[in-house]
């Protein structure tokens, strides 16, 4: 993210900001606001149409064949039928150094961009921009206008595991998603805080504690933390279990005899003496000493805390993820709850309800929000409380403009309630500053050799069958420097790519052999068709820091000129990406673009051409290399030059 971070400042510094008379314009940043502006002026000019409203309303297309922008004519409300328009329109369009003449096509008005301007413009760019082509520092500022303001800020949620609990499919989503949207708000020009809220607090971690009296063993801890905690918490766990029986059993029976009116004193001595000893119980009066603030319990409690996030952070950076905090539940100040408390009661959003606090959403407004405990009748607080007590704690420290929520769909009532008590609290400005972004499920996430526990298990895993399929490709195997690490990145890819094939609210299978195969729209094709470009670049023996010097009117094919055109959209790209917020915006472009270099390869040949024009067809290659990088990057992959 640092380098991200650099790029996107290079490119703001250099660019001399020159401001379009159109909002959100940036010619020097984005070619396509070349044409934008261009269009925008001349149409508005010779057809007496207000040219903020044509900016406003031009439109990017989906396939190359629709023109490279396209005006729906229908959108700048005048009285006509929109197919007379947009031909009066077209042809009232006039000659243009930069547009072909707009064609009208039913109602909507198509612009083509002429070739050799736009080449040179775009590859000019990519070239000499490199990792920051496509980047816009100045859709983060608070005011695009006055950069004296600043940088808007966003926290960033995301991934959020529990201690001594599985990392389950649902934090790794939260994980490849949060970190995509982090990387994409950087190179947008915000200020972005990535924010891990730990599940590190409440009862389980008295259990947890005890566990380890028993079972805890000191270098185990040191090793492998995360797994060695985990075992402690399986097997207390499994006591914990065994006692609840005879327990259950106990409660039955006594219910039974009152029913028939039998004395139950000796039953009742009993099940006190059993819930006294369980580990149940234990683990409770252990939490509560953390809760009180005994050191010992919370030493402890901060050793397994402290070794699992050093274990974490090694694994998070193999995804290129570096948090800038570590939060968790613990972490919420009982200050915070207190006065939240007090908010909600006095805005009326609190009742009491058989001793406990609740909020009652279906009297406010929000049927659908049922009804949500705020505090037990025991006075602790819940999931629920700790994330209102967490919500003002973060406004009140980092003013963020805003926060960015990325946790699993199972959790959408708790988010909606959380949003909802905050308005109602009086902070609706806060509240609208808040989003959640969710995603679907995963099937089927397991090893090869059982179910998984932790990220490090899945990542070995993808990396091992990576490396087996490799080596089914002798020759290209044995050129690989480092087959090991190569495997590994391109395990890593594997897994995020599935992950951001669909949109986020699709859940999907979790398919090793898919996933790894070198075929289809995988991670392993993506990877391949980079280091293919690496490759090119290497075997023509050229100075690629050169290439901007190439003769750019050499490019003239079809298939040149349309590579060109989907380059030039990269920027457009991610523009509609932080709309979208979906990692497919991306992903889907980076495949179009992949699929359009395939079957350039045999047609624009750079081995064998003559020498100025195999320099302008590297040029081509060496922009597509930059541009998919860029995309790569934005993803959180580590683009391979070999694999
Ligand atoms: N630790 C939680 C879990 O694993 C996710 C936390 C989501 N974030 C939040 N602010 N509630 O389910």
């Given at each position: ?6 790029s ?15 909002a ?28 903020d ?50 064609t ?13 301007p736009?080449?040179n ?14 980047t ?12 004296s303001?600043?940088?808007?800020k ?7 595991p ?40 409440g ?20 090793k ?6 985990f ?21 039955e029976?006594i ?9 139950v ?24 000493s953390?809760?009180?603030?005994d ?49 909600m009661?006095?805005?009326g ?8 606090i ?10 659908k ?14 999931y ?13 420290k980092?003013?963020f ?9 199972q959790?959408?009532?708790?988010l909606?309630?959380?949003f909802?008590?905050t ?7 806060l ?33 091992d ?6 080596k089914?490709?002798?020759?290209k ?5 480092n087959?090991e ?12 790519v599935q ?6 609210v ?28 690496c ?20 490019l ?5 000129i349309?590579l060109?055109?989907l ?19 991306v ?8 699929h359009m ?10 081995i ?7 320099k ?9 290399r930059?541009?998919l ?15």
């Amino acid at each position: 993210a640092d380098s991200l971070t650099a790029s996107v400042q290079a490119l703001t510094l250099q660019s001399t900001t020159k401001t379009s008379k159109f909002a959100g314009c940036f010619p020097t940043l984005n070619p396509m606001d070349i044409y934008r502006e261009h269009i925008a002026e001349e149409l508005g000019k010779a057809a007496g149409i207000d040219s903020d409203l044509i900016f406003s309303r031009l439109a990017w297309t989906n396939t190359l064949d629709k023109g490279d922008l396209s005006l729906p004519v229908a959108a700048l409300r005048i009285k006509k039928k929109p197919d007379e328009l947009a031909a009066e329109l077209a042809s009232k369009f006039p000659e243009s150094d930069l547009i072909h003449p707009p064609t009208a096509f039913g109602p909507h008005l198509q612009f083509f961009c002429k070739a050799a301007p736009l080449t040179n413009t775009v590859l000019g760019r990519i070239l000499s921009e490199k990792a920051a082509f496509g980047t816009n520092g100045n859709m983060g500022l608070k005011d695009p206008s006055d950069p004296s303001k600043g940088q808007k800020k966003i926290i960033i949620e995301f991934s959020s595991p529990n201690i001594a609990k599985p990392f389950h499919a649902g934090h790794l989503r939260s994980t490849i998603i949060g970190g995509f949207l982090a990387n994409l708000h950087t190179v947008m020009g915000w200020d972005v805080i990535k924010m891990n809220y730990l599940g590190d607090w409440g009862k389980q971690y008295g259990l947890l504690a005890n566990g380890f009296k028993y079972f805890g063993n000191e270098e185990a801890l040191t090793k492998d933390p995360i797994n060695h905690l985990f075992d402690v918490y399986v097997k207390i766990n499994r006591i914990v279990g065994d006692q609840e029986g005879p327990i259950k059993e106990l409660k039955e029976q006594i219910k039974t005899k009152k029913e028939k009116g039998e004395d139950v004193a000796t039953e009742e001595a009993e099940l006190a003496k059993l819930v006294d000893v369980s580990e149940d119980e234990k683990a409770r009066r252990y939490f509560k000493s953390m809760e009180d603030g005994d050191p010992d319990a919370l030493a402890l409690w901060a050793r397994f805390r402290d070794l699992s996030i050093a274990k974490y952070k090694q694994t998070y950076a193999r995804l290129n993820i570096d948090f800038d905090v570590y939060s968790g539940e613990s972490q919420v100040k009982a200050e915070s709850m207190a006065s939240a408390y007090k908010a909600m009661e006095k805005a009326g959003v609190t009742e009491e309800s058989d001793g406990a606090i609740i909020a009652d959403f279906t009297k406010h407004g929000a049927k659908k929000l049922g009804k949500a405990i705020i505090v037990r009748k025991d006075g602790t607080p819940l999931y629920l409380t700790r994330d209102i007590g967490a919500i003002l704690e973060r406004d009140e420290k980092y003013h963020f403009d805003k926060m960015i929520y990325v946790v699993a769909a199972q959790q959408d009532l708790h988010l909606a309630q959380l949003f909802k008590v905050t308005e109602l609290m009086g902070n609706k400005d806060l509240a609208s500053r808040c989003q959640h972004i969710n995603f679907g499920m995963v099937h089927g996430m397991s090893t090869r050799k059982g179910t998984v526990k932790f990220l490090d298990d899945i990542l070995r895993d993808v990396g091992d069958k990576m490396h087996e399929v490799m080596k089914k490709n002798e020759t290209k195997y044995s050129q690989v420097a480092n087959p090991e690490e190569t495997a590994d990145t391109l395990g890593i890819t594997s897994v995020m790519v599935q992950d951001m094939t669909g949109k986020r609210v699709n859940g999907y299978d979790f398919n090793l052999d898919a996933m790894t195969s070198f075929e289809g729209d995988t991670g392993p094709y993506l990877q391949y068709a980079h280091a293919r470009l690496c490759s090119m670049a290497r075997k023509s023996e050229l100075n690629i820091d050169e290439l901007d010097s190439a003769d750019f009117s050499l490019l003239t094919e079809r298939h040149a000129i349309d590579l060109i055109r989907l380059l030039a959209s990269w920027p457009d790209v991610l523009v509609n990406t932080s709309k979208t917020l979906e990692p497919v915006t991306v992903l889907s472009y980076l495949f179009r673009m992949t699929h359009m270099l395939s079957s350039s390869y045999d047609v624009l040949k750079v081995i064998g051409s003559e020498p100025e024009l195999k320099k302008a067809r590297m040029a081509l290659y060496a922009a597509a290399r930059q541009v998919l990088n860029n995309g790569m990057r934005v993803l959180g992959l580590n683009p391979v030059e070999r694999s």
